[in-house]
């Protein structure tokens, strides 16, 4: 695992750290403490709804992993967590069985949790004001393309993200009503038709 800190990436590569991280409570508490800056274990708790032992346990493990660690306390009692990162990726060349399998677990949780939250925005859109009523939902777009072709594209889309996940560690930069919002990214190549297209 390495973290550029320019981009505050963490890329993962163990398959140890991927397995660590596919746990549907350590994102949880990842997802807290990048919406809410340094936590305590006991508000991370409140806030996840878990015991106050099971949080801190659980930022023990994305801790032994470069996930998070210790922010700087404001009194000698507490103790809060902050993210490593803001940005997490895993090796797109995941070679051995291991890894593999430790990627497609990694891939199938932040999906399911991604459908997850879909779900809770759908429940909740109508009673969103304008123009929050109007943003979020699923699109379908069918490519023809190559690996150097969709690989760029990939590149493009995070050069546009860019500038807006720099307020996720910005507060100040944060434009009057921005609040969080999860974009999530599948890339999934089909097999080709019988007909060779």
Do not use: C
């Not at 508490?29 to 032992?53: F, K, M, Y």
């Not at 659980?58 to 922010?71: I, S």
């Not at 939902?137 to 996940?165: C, F, K, S």
């Amino acid at each position: 695992m390495s973290l550029e800190s320019a981009g505050r990436r963490l890329v993962l590569d163990d398959p140890a750290a991927m397995r660590a991280f596919a746990h549907p409570v350590r994102l949880a508490l990842h997802e807290l403490l990048l919406r809410s800056g340094a936590t305590t274990a006991a508000d991370a708790a409140r806030e996840v709804g878990i015991s106050q032992a099971l949080a801190s346990y659980h930022l023990r493990q994305l801790a032994k992993y470069g996930l998070v660690e210790q922010a700087e306390a404001r009194d000698e009692r507490e103790r809060p967590w902050k993210v490593t990162a803001s940005v997490q990726v895993w090796d797109d060349d995941v070679t051995g069985s291991e890894r593999s399998a430790a990627r497609s677990l990694l891939e199938q949780v932040l999906a399911e949790r991604a459908l997850s939250r879909l779900v809770e925005w759908q429940e909740a859109r109508r009673g969103e004001e304008e123009p929050w009523r109007g943003v979020g939902g699923v699109g379908n777009t069918y490519l023809y393309v190559t690996p150097q072709e969709i690989t760029a594209l990939g590149e493009a889309v995070a050069d546009l993200l860019r500038p807006l996940m720099a307020r996720v560690d910005d507060a100040a930069a944060r434009p009057e009503g921005a609040r969080p919002v999860l974009v999530t990214q599948m890339v999934i190549p089909l097999a080709p038709t019988a007909s060779g297209d």
